[in-house]
């Protein structure tokens, strides 16, 4: 095990840090990733450029499956699968040692317009031994509401959870500060790698040297511009996203509702999503009075007592886009002791758990 602590190193050159783990990102990826290397009791240092988990993480709408799970490849399902039992600990762990309601709950996910890929999706399930029922306009407003019997049909996959994110990493931030061989350095960009032959000896930030034995990218959106310095290129582009929120409703619903690729879900204390969009527009983080139209106009048109409500609250985030949504998680070579935990597009909060162990298990030989 290293040692952690910040000594100084004369007049002229900037304080350094050791530390057995460096972590360059605290999204969701690089608290995950945090909460497991504190637990194998290494030292570990997370860097991040702003605030812990305010990047797409914190605008994530929490939901814990891939929107159309037989379109997504079977990597990203069976992330999302071995993510399913530790949430349930973590969860139960996080929220009794912050008391952070994390709005963790089995909402399950009601397809409405299924008709184009119905019978694909039901090849899916069966193939995957997923559940899933077809329901009539019957089933949809007894099982649902009213307010759903318009439509032909609907394809509910009932084993599907959803989290309220902000909260989720509000809670992992917490108990990670609570760590002592943790250090949290936001508002801490790292500039640059500082290697020798194929061994990363460390970072430089913002403000100092930080050495450490393994560096580990999970800088989301982030993470191209990052390893572009070392000279190599990997698939990751932002992707914006928008969604909108609408004050609690004392009617709410149950399930997570996708239609023509937007979705409205009920969160904790009856707030209503509405989300989200998908565009390559670079880093810009800006929202627009187009998107807040089309998910307005989506909002009210499918849930028609957001009428009597507002609208309370619209942003922005930058997904980790991939070509097909899968992930890297791997070492970066030709380094020995980089890392990268990035690329989950989509569908992060919902790999995180599983994710994050795998990468920890890849790396059991040098930690
Ligand atoms: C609108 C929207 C809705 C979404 N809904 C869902 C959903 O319902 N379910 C789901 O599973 N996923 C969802 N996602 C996707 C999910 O949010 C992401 O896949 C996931 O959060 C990625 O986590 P991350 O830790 O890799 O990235 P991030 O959360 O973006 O974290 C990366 C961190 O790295 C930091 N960083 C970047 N560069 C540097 C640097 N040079 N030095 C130091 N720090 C740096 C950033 O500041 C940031 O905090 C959604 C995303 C958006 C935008």
Redesign the pocket.
């Known amino acids: 095990m290293g040692r952690i602590g910040v000594k100084g190193e004369g007049k002229r050159e900037k304080m350094s840090m050791n530390t057995d783990v460096i972590i360059?990102?605290?999204?969701?990826?690089?608290l995950m990733t945090a909460l497991l290397c504190a637990e194998k009791n290494l030292t570990v240092t997370v860097?991040?450029?702003?605030?812990?988990?305010?990047?797409?993480?914190?605008?994530?709408?929490?939901?814990?499956s891939a929107l159309h799970p037989w379109r997504a490849k079977p990597i990203i399902n069976q992330l999302v699968e071995d993510s399913k039992l530790p949430y349930q600990s973590l969860i139960e762990r996080l929220e009794a040692e912050t008391e952070i309601k994390i709005g963790y709950r089995k909402s399950g996910l009601l397809i409405l317009d299924p008709e184009a890929e119905k019978q694909e999706a039901i090849d899916w399930a069966i193939q995957h031994k997923y559940p899933f029922e077809l329901l009539t306009p019957q089933n949809l407003e007894n099982q649902f509401s009213p307010h759903f019997r318009s439509f032909q049909e609907g394809l509910w996959f009932p084993d599907v959870f959803l989290l309220n994110?902000p909260r989720l990493l509000k809670a992992l931030t917490l108990t990670l500060q609570k760590k002592p061989h943790v250090t949290l350095s936001p508002h801490?960009?790292?500039?640059d790698f500082i290697v020798k032959d194929n061994r990363c000896l460390g970072v430089k930030?913002i403000k100092r040297k930080v050495m450490g034995g393994q560096v580990i990218v999970?800088?989301?959106?982030?993470?191209h511009?990052?390893l572009s310095t070392l000279g190599i290129t990997l698939a990751i582009q932002p992707i914006?996203?928008?969604?909108l929120s609408f004050s609690p409703l004392p009617e709410t619903f149950q399930p997570i509702v996708l239609f023509k690729n937007h979705y409205l879900l009920s969160q904790m204390e009856g707030r209503i999503l509405a989300?989200?969009?998908v565009e390559d527009v670079g880093f810009s983080k800006e929202v627009t009075e187009e998107a807040h139209t089309t998910l307005k106009t989506f909002a009210l048109n499918l849930w028609p007592p957001l009428k009597e409500v507002n609208v309370l609250h619209h942003?922005?985030?930058?997904?980790?886009g991939t070509p097909d949504g899968v992930p890297f998680i791997d070492r970066v070579a030709p380094f020995d002791n980089i890392w990268i935990?990035?690329?989950?597009?989509?569908?992060?909060?919902?790999?995180?758990p599983a994710s994050c162990q795998w990468l920890l298990d890849k790396m059991h030989h040098e930690i």
């Open positions: 360059i990102g605290g999204g969701i990826m690089g860097l991040d450029k702003g605030e812990l988990g305010r990047e797409s993480s914190g605008a994530a709408g929490g939901i814990l994110p801490e960009a790292v500039c930030t999970t800088a989301g959106a982030w993470s511009l990052l914006r996203g928008q969604i989300g989200s969009t942003w922005a985030g930058l997904r980790p935990n990035s690329g989950h597009f989509r569908n992060g909060i919902a790999q995180a």
